[in-house]
């Protein structure tokens, strides 16, 4: 917050360690459970007006992919912990994109057959997986910004 504070209100800030723009804040487990903190409260309010400032964005592929590993990440650890409230319909299409992306994979009938193509026949059961990766990405994502700021 120190670095937007100190930069345009009007843009989203950089990070100062990699310099990729910050499109979404997400404030951690334990800032959330102090929230009846007065200065805490503070921080997560101004987390709240930034991401209703910046988070709403659409993103292009390479920010996407950049951001993949911290979304799975996180929605795996959300999806493992039954204290967490992941929304039903959210945890449902995760659930069918993964197992029908997995139904593509594991199935003889592809649009690219491995049997004749060799190696590049696994090309588009790669599209398949990196389509519902990102997906899932964006399922998640849409259930942090509402969950930390969106309308």
């Known amino acids: 917050m120190l670095v937007w504070d100190h930069?345009?209100?009007?843009?989203?800030?950089?990070?100062?360690?990699?310099?990729?723009?910050?499109?979404?804040?997400?404030?951690?487990?334990?800032?959330?459970?102090?929230?009846?903190d007065p200065s805490i409260s503070t921080i997560l309010r101004k987390?709240?007006?930034y991401n209703r400032r910046f988070g709403?964005?659409?993103?292009?592929l390479i920010q996407r992919m950049q951001d993949l590993p911290f979304f799975l990440r996180r929605l795996l650890r959300e999806l493992m912990d039954p204290q967490r409230s992941l929304p039903l319909f959210i945890r449902a299409r995760v659930y069918l994109a993964m197992i029908l992306s997995a139904i593509y994979?594991?199935?003889?009938?592809?649009?690219?057959p491995e049997a004749i193509l060799g190696i590049i026949g696994y090309l588009d059961d790669l599209i398949i997986l990196l389509v519902c990766v990102l997906?899932?990405?964006a399922l998640y994502r849409s259930v942090l910004y509402f969950r930390h700021g969106g309308s």
Do not use: M, W, Y
């Open 105 to 112: 994979i594991l199935s003889p009938v592809d649009f690219i």
């Open 135 to 137: 997906h899932v990405a």
């Open 47 to 49: 987390v709240e007006t």
């Open 7 to 36: 930069g345009s209100a009007l843009q989203p800030c950089k990070c100062p360690l990699c310099r990729r723009e910050i499109t979404l804040l997400v404030p951690g487990e334990a800032s959330l459970r102090q929230r009846q």
């Open 56 to 60: 709403g964005r659409d993103n292009g």
